[in-house]
């Protein structure tokens, strides 16, 4: 998954314990992505930035908090950890903006268990 | 959003032609209809895309129904490498463009 660098790749917290999730393009996209998937269902949206200094929710965001400081780097934070947030994350960005958006590249994951 | 409607799984023998369908009856004249594949413990990878006309690319070839109701994504050949998740999204683009998953075809290629 050139282009897209998720870190860490697995992480086990303690349930109420904080963390963020790291994801750095080097592919200069405008749009990235943050979503979570579950033992053997779909993907899930929980946030997105169409731009640098913007964001804004997925379907699935409560617990979550998101922050898009530069083109490059957005990173997903779990301010108190639950077990239902037992999953794995994908980071992905896109060509384009807003309505024209395609040609998605998704990272190779994070695989967080809170315990 | 439109919702779509695929098999649950579908099996391929190697080296065969495999035709996913996607329902979509619900999808607006400006959706993109995307294709793509999740290979086990990875993240998806973007397969083809396309709006009206059929398209084709290494990959794969997708085909449209001429009321954008249903689309069909072909493998010429399937591999071993083939055997994924296969997601047809609906991509709205009053939305900001945002892919929305469901829950895809697992499939399987036998030798």
């Known amino acids: 998954n050139a282009g897209v660098t998720q870190t860490p790749k697995f992480q086990v917290l303690k349930t109420g314990q904080s963390m963020t999730l790291q994801c750095a393009q080097d592919m200069n996209h405008n749009s990235m992505y943050w979503y979570r998937q579950d033992p053997g269902m779909g993907l899930r949206l929980i946030y997105y930035?169409?731009?640098?200094?913007?964001?804004d929710k997925g379907e699935v965001p409560n617990g979550y908090n998101v922050s898009r400081l530069n083109k490059r780097e957005f990173s997903l934070r779990l301010e108190s950890a639950a077990p239902s947030q037992t999953s794995v994350y994908f980071c992905?960005?896109?060509?384009?903006?807003?309505?024209?958006?395609?040609?998605?590249?998704f990272g190779s994951g994070t695989r967080l268990t809170v315990v | 959003d439109a919702k779509t409607t695929q098999p649950n799984s579908m099996e391929s023998n190697e080296e065969e032609p495999v035709h996913l369908p996607c329902n979509h009856s619900?999808?607006?004249?400006?959706?993109?209809i995307h294709w793509y594949r999740q290979l086990p413990s990875q993240g998806p990878e973007y397969v083809i895309h396309g709006l009206t006309s059929n398209v084709n690319n290494r990959m794969a070839s997708l085909a449209i129904a001429e009321d954008r109701k249903s689309s069909t994504l072909i493998l010429h050949r399937a591999t071993l490498r083939d055997a994924a998740v296969y997601y047809c999204i609906p991509q709205n683009y009053n939305q900001g463009g945002k892919l929305i998953f469901g829950q895809g075809t697992e499939l399987s290629v036998k030798p």
């Open positions: 930035s169409a731009s640098e200094g913007t964001t």
């Open positions: 992905a960005i896109a060509l384009g903006q807003g309505r024209w958006t395609y040609g998605y590249t």
């Open positions: 619900t999808i607006s004249g400006t959706d993109y």
